[in-house]
């Protein structure tokens, strides 16, 4: 046995290492990859050079078609022509070409080609994907009005990525909402009210949702117990959120300057304390055009009921000259302790009638200690009164202030409203030593 | 067995006791069970090596070679991570063996990478710098690279060659992409041709492709010509007698035995046209041919090359060598020959001007039949000195065969009885 055994490890060890001597010169290494491998190197490629590589040589002929992300826009179809059938007809050619031709599972679909308009061509493709097992499903319609979805688009019930532009939503009755979708990408859409809330409470899984620009619905219950990123912009009337609990970012845009206080019951909270009572967790915050606006509708706590720990980041977009509005922006300051960045974009005052230009007073810039603040940046300021006393607050309690960065508005008085700007920050006291003020030119 | 191969190695730098223990351990692996010696197994590597801090773990590769690495490195690649948690790896006798495309070379690129890679340091950045040089090797490597880290199921580096490989298919052309890669340009015309992505609606398009199509098959023709200039000839077997027969028999006779002998004739060759590559379908286009007289079979017989030497892939039928080859009559006919079928097409100008050319042909040839003949013999006779003799009726006397081709001499002879 002892010797056998010899003998073999002996034996082991003349084996010769070097590999068998051929011609790694000449030898095509690429078309034996393994076929997953090859549709990876062919899905970074456009969609077109994929399908080029058919007439490379035979072993290439069908190598694309397996490829599993589907591509469609304005490279696909190379003769650009104002003339709607002739497009139409290209680009249906070729979609319809590359679907009969296509074998095994599409995980992505997108078309977005920028000449075509809503063509009923579309529901066809729409219901043969909803056959396979889609995952990521981007349709955009660059021209021409809504166009209507097949109701054969909320079948697919792999959808993880669900992006639309210019679509109508008109979901069934017997829709139960996509079980695996997490990310939601709706813009310039029109659908109901009812339909809307259903859609975000029946996707369990949702994480992002994306909303720009949208009608048939003013009322945004988010009911969305795992959502992470939430991002709008529009007309609406009212937003509130339960159970989003992990929500950490989320930027709203109010595009239209309307009276929000109106609905408001008197003695209730206002508009910033319920909105905040849901977002425990809030890391970044964007506040757009008038959606301070919103927030101070109602009343006005002095701080938060409900402290903001994670907050770290905060935009505002503000009006200084609207005591409501500074009042919600020092209440949101003062609830977050950990806030590290600050940025304050000046909104232009509102034209048309006077407007009794209420003085904060003394007190309410009490109680605010901001020992984290690092970096603030303030855009779009004139000079006035109100804003430099803003800003003489945030540099009193900023102990921790790294920079700040002052960006004011073009003017007509120009270099006059600089020199007066520019003379009040250097009479500012700052409570970080280490504190810079950077003066940008508008 | 390994184990002795171990302790052999070992035997300078290892103490008497872990000697005795390895030979105790050795024992113990041919007694019983791999497993539960394992760890016994494991403290011996720890005792030889006391002074080793890191963990260790042996890869093999299908050549047999045992490297060493650490095992933080190695575990970046999930197989791997798979193979040690399944207990294989920790000592050089139970090595975990790499798939087979995995072989030394790729094994320490991989491992280069891995280094790099495992360690939170980095920043991105200095990653991206790192894979920017990393992958700069030529195609080969690059794809056996590929190969072996998705053997290894290493996504990062996977992601990583597959995205230089696009980028070395991406904008080229489709010969710069054969050329990179090594590949066989072994697709036909036809099929090169196939339009699977951009179908043509524009007829301007569609007329372009064909005439460009056309263009390449001439430009192959006249070069295929060239070479095989005193090769290909066809040799007319049929015994002289046969032939004067014939011409004898076409002067006063009707039609009708000379039709059907050559009917006959031709009806061979149709079979062995038919028998050899399907792709020979000139005979659509040639039938206009038959302006004068209503039978087809000259046509037919006008690419008997189809019938030889079909090269697969080769539509285009070649017409062989025979002196009616003159720049004038290839012009025309290799018109003719045009694989069109693939394309439906009802106004076809490429159809118009052969009927056109064809018609033009014929009035010429009723005209001054005997004059063309002359030039057609004399033509004949620089390459392939025939005697030729012109008998009482205007009819041809052929002596020797070799310089004309069978239908045309055929399509003479119906002529002059006309």
């Known amino acids: 046995m002892n010797v ?63 490829v599993p992300s589907l591509v469609f826009d304005n490279q696909s179809v190379l003769v650009s022509s104002q003339d709607q059938t002739v497009l139409r007809n290209k680009l249906v050619n070729i979609v319809d070409h590359v679907l009969l031709l296509h074998t095994g599972p599409i995980d992505k679909f997108k078309l977005s080609n920028r000449d075509l308009q809503g063509v009923p061509d ?118 509130s959120f339960q159970g989003t609990s992990h929500l950490a970012i989320v930027s709203i845009g109010l595009y239209v300057n309307a009276d929000y206080g109106r609905n408001l019951a008197l003695g209730k909270p206002g508009n910033l304390v319920k909105f905040f009572a849901h977002l425990p967790h809030i890391q970044r915050l964007e506040i ?81 200690p901001f020992n984290q603040l690092r970096l603030i940046k303030i855009v779009g300021i004139v000079g006035h009164k109100q804003e430099l006393s803003f800003i003489n607050f945030l540099l009193i309690n900023s102990s ?27 009479c500012f006291r700052r409570a970080s030593i280490n504190a810079q003020i950077i003066y940008q030119d508008p | 067995m390994k184990e002795l191969h171990l302790a052999f190695v070992d035997w300078e730098q290892t103490s008497t006791l872990s000697v005795l223990l390895t030979i105790c351990s050795y024992c ?17 590597s720890e005792v030889i090596k006391p002074e080793m801090m890191k963990s260790y773990v042996w890869l093999q590769t299908t050549d047999g070679s045992i490297q060493e690495v650490e095992q933080e490195i190695a575990t970046f690649c999930p197989l791997i991570c798979q193979e040690m948690h399944s207990g294989l790896g920790t000592s050089k006798s139970y090595p975990i063996s790499l798939p087979t495309r995995v072989n030394p070379a790729m094994l320490s690129l991989i491992i280069d990478y891995c280094r790099f890679h495992q360690v939170p340091g980095h920043s991105n950045k200095e990653r991206k710098v790192f894979d920017e040089k990393f992958i700069r090797m030529d195609t080969n490597r690059l794809c056996e690279l590929t190969s072996a880290a998705d053997c290894l199921q290493l996504k990062p580096l996977v992601d990583l060659t597959s995205r230089a490989l696009a980028r070395m ?44 199509a056309r263009k390449r ?99 285009l039928p070649i ?41 033009d042909f014929a009035r010429r040839l009723n005209s001054d039949w005997p004059e063309r003949m002359q030039e057609i013999l004399r033509l004949g006779q620089e390459r392939h000195p025939t005697p030729i003799s012109m008998n009482r009726n205007g009819a041809l006397r052929i002596h020797a065969s070799t310089a004309f081709s069978y239908p045309s001499f055929c399509f003479f002879l119906l002529l002059s009885v006309i």
């Not at chain 2, 004739?265 to 399907?278: G, L």
Request: aromatic share 8%.
């Open chain 2, 28 to 44: 113990k692996v041919l007694c019983s069970d791999i497993f539960p010696s394992f760890t016994m197994i494991e403290s011996d």
């Open chain 2, 169 to 212: 298919i991406e904008g080229k052309t489709p010969e710069e992409i054969r050329e990179i890669f090594h590949l066989p340009d072994d697709l036909t015309e036809e099929e090169k041709l196939e339009p699977l992505k951009n179908t043509m609606d524009d007829p301007r398009i569609r007329l372009l492709n064909r005439l460009y």
């Open chain 1, 122 to 239: 579309i529901d066809r493709w729409i219901l043969f994907l909803s056959r396979g097992s889609v995952k990521e499903f981007v349709l955009e319609i660059w021209k021409g009005h809504r166009y209507k979805l097949h109701s054969s688009l909320y079948l697919c019930q792999k959808l993880i990525h669900l992006e639309l532009f210019n679509c109508l939503l008109t979901p069934p009755a017997t829709f139960n909402g996509f079980k695996s979708l997490k990310s939601l990408d709706l813009q310039h859409i029109t659908m109901e009210q009812t339909a809307f809330e259903y859609l975000i409470y029946s996707c369990p899984l949702l994480e992002r949702l994306t909303l720009m620009n949208f009608d048939g619905f003013t009322n945004l219950k988010i009911h969305a117990p795992n959502l992470l990123f939430f991002d709008i912009g529009g007309v609406f009337e009212d937003v």
């Open chain 1, 400 to 426: 921790a202030l790294e920079k700040m960065t002052v960006k004011p508005a073009t003017s007509d008085r120009g270099w006059e409203m600089q020199k007066e700007l520019l003379k009040e920050l250097l």
């Open chain 1, 4 to 66: 056998s055994v010899f003998f073999f490890v002996n034996q082991k060890q003349r084996e010769p290492h070097n590999l068998p001597c051929r011609l790694d010169l000449e030898i095509d290494k690429i078309s034996s990859l393994p076929g997953h491998v090859i549709d990876k190197i062919l899905s970074h490629l456009s969609l077109r050079e994929a399908v080029r590589t058919s007439i490379l040589c035979s072993k290439w002929r069908y190598k694309w078609v397996t």
């Open chain 1, 288 to 368: 757009q055009s008038f959606f301070l606006k919103y927030l101070s509708a109602g009343n006005i706590p002095v701080k938060l009921p409900a402290v903001c720990d994670d907050l770290s980041f905060l935009s505002i977009r503000i009006n200084f000259s609207d005591m409501e509005e500074k009042l919600a922006a020092l209440c949101l300051l003062r609830s977050s302790p950990n806030l590290q960045e600050l940025e304050l974009l000046a909104r232009p005052e509102e034209q048309g009638g006077l407007r009794f230009v209420a003085n904060i007073l003394e007190e309410d810039y009490q109680n605010g």
């Open chain 2, 319 to 359: 017409l062989r060598q025979s002196n009616l080859q003159d720049t004038r009559d290839l012009s025309f006919t290799s018109e003719y020959e045009l694989d069109d079928g693939d394309l439906d097409d009802e106004i076809d100008p490429a159809m118009k001007e052969i009927d056109r050319e064809v018609e």
């Open chain 2, 217 to 315: 098959k001439e430009l192959k023709e006249k070069e295929r010509l060239k070479n095989a200039q005193n090769e290909e000839e066809i040799v007319d077997d049929r015994p002289l007698d046969d032939l004067l027969s014939f011409i004898n028999g076409g002067n006063g006779d009707p039609k009708g035995p000379v039709a059907s002998k050559s009917k006959k004739k031709n009806r061979k060759k149709k079979d062995q046209q038919k028998s050899a590559h399907e792709d020979c379908n000139p005979s659509n286009n040639l039938s206009s041919y038959n302006a004068i007289d209503n039978d087809k079979k000259g046509t037919n017989g006008h690419d008997p090359s189809c019938t030889n030497n079909k090269l697969h892939g080769r539509s």
